[in-house]
């Protein structure tokens, strides 16, 4: 009796054919019709955003073939290649950047066991090869079918953005729905990109919501791109589509170092470092209560006239913005006298706080540009803690190390004077243009408060009051006065203010501050 042959086993070139087709089945997702409706609704793939984000051909992924081990619920007969989330890594301008994308096609790229392995594997290695890390959300929350498992993989996630924070930078891109605790792992991380209509943050739905409290509202209107880029201050950045939102991405990372121990990236300028800034002359107002956008003055000393704004739509009477000035990025924190005369506020104090820390976190520089009349004053912001919020931003300055220098361009009234990065509080360099104001208060309240008495008693109050404000300006609020008490370390002609600056800068490149030993400070909350 003859046995028959056994079959020979495949090849390499058999299996090479058989990979083949699984990577291709992986990437194509298990439903087709899956891209198409992800197609109708605006919205990219996940590997179509990556190769938005990263230099052609630069993708490498990793675990596209991971499959999910849980069963019940019909989970065993449904298990895709990736399990709803798409890793790896590529460059963006030639530089390493670690990305993850949900896959909505799959699960609703719902998390999982699986899942969140994946990214907590590339999160880890993000952190051992320090460069930055970037989420690509598009995710229905926790897969219930896994129960707390699910949950346990958010954990995992937060526990590693947590780490990671001021180590590597940290992009989240909310280009689909983020609910529940999802949404904690963007608002750990430093930036927030959202895209209008697709995007959505918010713990509770509007279905949760309505049922608790009777309120009715859309998704956007609770947690819309636009919501939380001007009214909660959640999102840094919002667009009208997922191309112009991931090229932002890209410019972004250009200003960031791949890690806390490296310099922020140089790029080549034409801009000469010395070049006049003529037009400064000009643009503020020699009235104290006059406005002007204080982007004029960063437009004109900035490399280029080209700078990238933060929080643009939030806490509008501050501004806080990356440049480049002679090359190097720099963080730039404005008092915005366009939007409440530029006044410190609590939302305006956070958003402040919050990015100079980045920048100290990142190494990059500080320039401060002053002009403020105080704090605003106010039941409300009293009762709503200014006092605690105006000293984080306080406590963000103080505890900065990188290279500082503060600029007071007209007013510069009280404890808000301080908070601005004054000299007492560690600038590097203080600076001036020859019309500051630099006092406890303005000339008209003090003489109110010193004088109040002797108004009040004169024939002529008015003429005594104009007296001594006067007086009080005279004498305590000219432009010098800061100077000659070692305060302000020069008082300079605006026109020169781009090369002081730079000049400011190149001397303070070598800037090594030592850090007190701790654990970590308690700052205020």
Same mark, same amino acid.
């Given at each position: ?9 495949? +090849? ?39 190769? /938005?984000?990263?230099? !052609? ?5 990793? !675990? ?6 849980? =069963? *019940? ?13 798409? =890793? ?7 530089? +390493? ?39 690509? %959300? ?5 897969? #219930? ?29 909310? /280009? ?12 750990? =991380? ?14 509770? &739905? ?26 909660? *201050?959640?999102?840094? $950045?919002?667009?009208?589509? !997922? ?40 643009? #503020? ?22 700078? $990238? ?7 509008? %009477? ?8 002679? *090359? ?53 912001? !009293? ?37 601005? @990065?004054?000299?007492? #509080? ?11 104001? #630099? ?5 008209? &309240? ?42 302000? @370390? ?31 400070? %308690?700052?205020?909350?």
């Amino acid at each position: 009796m003859l046995v028959a042959e056994p079959p020979a086993p495949p +090849t390499p070139r058999d299996r090479l054919g058989e990979l083949a087709e699984i990577k291709a089945a992986a990437r194509q997702g298990p439903d087709p019709a899956a891209t198409l409706r992800q197609h109708s609704k605006g919205k990219l793939t996940a590997h179509e955003r990556i190769a /938005l984000l990263l230099d !052609e051909g630069s993708f490498t992924e990793v !675990e596209a073939l991971r499959r999910h081990r849980a =069963t *019940g619920f019909g989970l065993e007969g449904r298990r895709p290649y990736s399990d709803g989330v798409v =890793t790896g890594w590529g460059t963006v301008h030639g530089r +390493t950047v670690f990305v993850y994308a949900h896959d909505f096609r799959i699960f609703g790229g719902a998390l999982g066991e699986a899942h969140a392995e994946k990214i907590h594997k590339l999160m880890d290695m993000a952190v051992a090869a320090g460069a930055p890390l970037v989420s690509l %959300n598009d995710g229905a929350g926790a897969r #219930i079918q896994e129960g707390v498992t699910a949950l346990a993989g958010y954990g995992g996630i937060f526990q590693r953005n947590t780490r990671a924070s001021g180590v590597i930078p940290q992009i989240s891109v909310m /280009l689909g729905p983020c609910a529940g605790g999802a949404a904690y792992s963007p608002a750990l =991380t430093d930036f927030v990109f959202m895209v209008r209509d697709t995007a959505q943050m918010f713990v509770t &739905g509007p279905d949760v919501v309505q049922a608790v409290t009777g309120e009715e509202i859309t998704h956007n209107g609770l947690g819309g791109a636009d919501v939380h880029a001007s009214a909660s *201050g959640v999102a840094h $950045f919002a667009y009208d589509d !997922e191309a112009s939102c991931l090229e932002d991405v890209r410019y972004l990372l250009s200003f960031l170092p791949a890690n806390n121990r490296e310099a922020p990236p140089t790029t080549p300028t034409a801009d000469p470092p010395d070049r006049r800034n003529d037009r400064l002359l000009d643009v #503020i107002p020699a009235e104290a209560n006059r406005a002007y956008d204080v982007r004029t003055v960063i437009e004109e000393i900035v490399d280029d006239t080209e700078y $990238f704004e933060v929080h643009e739509a939030w806490a509008p %009477n501050i501004v806080c913005a990356f440049a480049r000035m002679g *090359g190097r990025p720099v963080g730039i924190v404005a008092n915005q006298p366009a939007h409440l005369a530029g006044v410190l506020d609590i939302q305006a104090s956070e958003k402040a706080a919050r990015f100079v820390q980045c920048c100290d976190a990142f190494n990059i520089p500080l320039i401060s540009l002053v002009d403020v009349p105080g704090f605003l004053p106010g039941v409300d912001q !009293e009762h709503q803690g200014i006092i605690r919020h105006g000293a984080k931003l306080l406590y963000a300055y103080c505890n900065a190390g990188v290279p500082r220098v503060q600029l007071i361009m007209r007013k510069a009234y009280g404890g808000a004077y301080i908070v601005m @990065d004054s000299r007492s #509080i560690g600038a590097d360099l203080s600076l001036a243009w020859p019309g500051n104001e #630099i006092a406890v208060m303005g000339a008209e &309240g003090a003489a109110n408060v010193i004088f109040r008495r002797e108004i009040a008693a004169a024939d002529d109050p008015q003429a005594v009051r104009e007296q001594r404000i006067k007086e009080y300006r005279e004498e305590l609020m000219h432009p010098y006065y800061a100077a000659e008490r070692g305060l302000v @370390d020069d008082v300079i002609d605006p026109r020169e203010t781009r090369s002081v600056l730079i000049r400011a800068l190149e001397m303070l490149h070598t800037k090594h501050a030592e850090a007190p030993a701790r654990k970590h400070g %308690n700052q205020p909350q």
